[in-house]
């Protein structure tokens, strides 16, 4: 077995024997921990009791975190035109069409959220193998096929977080950095609990939310209550 380092035994240690905390209690300790030499994202994940299988089950949906994520979101705007122009000015970091769409297919993927008007969707549909499966491809549901080009832009620089239950039906997202402090983490953290008990499908059959992790990108996890997690 490899030998375990310094900082890997001691944030062990100080995780031993500690679950089912309340918001506040997980994010002091994984923050506390979270002592790698770079600003750690800090990751919440929730297990729910849905089965992606049926449409009715699914879970999807977007959620402006109150202090931003502390990621620089890159972003695409597939767009003509004027709205080409207000997707550059709101700050899009790459804008285009059939030009866009040819860089994509040739395999350069160089953004964290894709964002078109309803007009490019012919266009943007001939991606779905490809922006699909990395849960890139624009969607009137969460706000990434819209004519107000200039508010979806600016949502995503801002810290908007979108979230989709995954085959085995957990969500996860980041929900801000390590050098945040800890009330706006808490923030944060309910904020996310909170869209995601809204987005609760129709056809989810008894219990929803099964259990929620937080972590850091370098150190283990740990376990929050439910019951303290969905209370406002």
Same mark, same amino acid.
């Given at each position: 077995?490899?030998?375990?380092? @310094?900082?890997?035994?001691? &944030?062990?240690?100080?995780?031993?024997?500690? *679950?089912?905390?309340?918001? #506040? #209690?997980?994010? &002091?300790?994984? @923050?506390?921990?979270?002592?790698?030499?770079?600003? #750690? %994202?800090? /990751?919440?994940?929730?297990?729910?009791?849905?089965?992606?299988?049926?449409?009715?089950?699914?879970?999807? =949906?977007?959620?402006?975190?109150?202090?931003?994520?502390?990621? %620089?979101?890159?972003? !695409?705007?597939? &767009?003509?035109? !004027?709205?080409? +122009?207000?997707?550059?000015?709101?700050?899009?970091?790459?804008?285009?069409?059939? +030009?866009?769409? /040819?860089?994509?297919?040739?395999?350069?993927?160089?953004?964290?959220?894709?964002?078109?008007?309803? +007009?490019?969707?012919?266009?943007?549909?001939?991606?779905?193998?490809?922006?699909?499966?990395?849960?890139?491809?624009?969607?009137?549901?969460?706000?990434?096929?819209?004519?107000?080009?200039?508010?979806?832009? /600016?949502? !995503?620089?801002?810290? #908007?977080?979108?979230?989709?239950?995954?085959? =085995?039906?957990?969500?996860?997202? =980041?929900?801000?950095?390590? *050098?945040?402090?800890?009330?706006?983490?808490?923030?944060?953290?309910?904020?996310?609990?909170?869209?995601?008990?809204? &987005? @609760?499908?129709? =056809?989810?059959?008894?219990?929803?939310?099964?259990?929620? %992790?937080?972590? *850091? %990108?370098?150190?283990?996890?740990?376990?929050?209550?439910?019951?303290?997690?969905?209370?406002?």
């Amino acid at each position: 077995m490899a030998k375990l380092g @310094k900082r890997t035994r001691g &944030a062990r240690e100080a995780f031993a024997g500690k *679950s089912n905390l309340t918001v #506040e #209690e997980a994010v &002091a300790l994984v @923050k506390t921990n979270a002592t790698a030499k770079f600003d #750690e %994202t800090i /990751e919440i994940a929730m297990n729910l009791g849905v089965d992606t299988r049926h449409a009715d089950q699914m879970v999807r =949906g977007v959620v402006g975190l109150p202090n931003g994520t502390g990621k %620089t979101v890159r972003v !695409a705007v597939f &767009a003509r035109d !004027a709205k080409a +122009d207000e997707a550059t000015a709101a700050g899009a970091d790459i804008v285009g069409a059939e +030009d866009l769409m /040819e860089t994509i297919l040739g395999g350069k993927i160089e953004f964290d959220r894709c964002i078109a008007t309803p +007009d490019m969707m012919p266009v943007v549909g001939r991606l779905g193998k490809i922006l699909g499966p990395r849960n890139l491809m624009p969607n009137p549901k969460v706000g990434t096929v819209t004519m107000d080009v200039k508010a979806a832009v /600016e949502a !995503a620089k801002g810290g #908007e977080v979108q979230f989709k239950a995954e085959k =085995g039906g957990v969500v996860h997202a =980041g929900v801000g950095k390590a *050098s945040f402090d800890e009330a706006k983490l808490v923030e944060n953290v309910r904020a996310f609990v909170d869209a995601v008990a809204k &987005a @609760k499908p129709t =056809g989810a059959k008894g219990a929803y939310m099964k259990g929620i %992790t937080l972590s *850091s %990108t370098m150190g283990p996890g740990v376990t929050i209550s439910v019951d303290n997690a969905n209370a406002q």
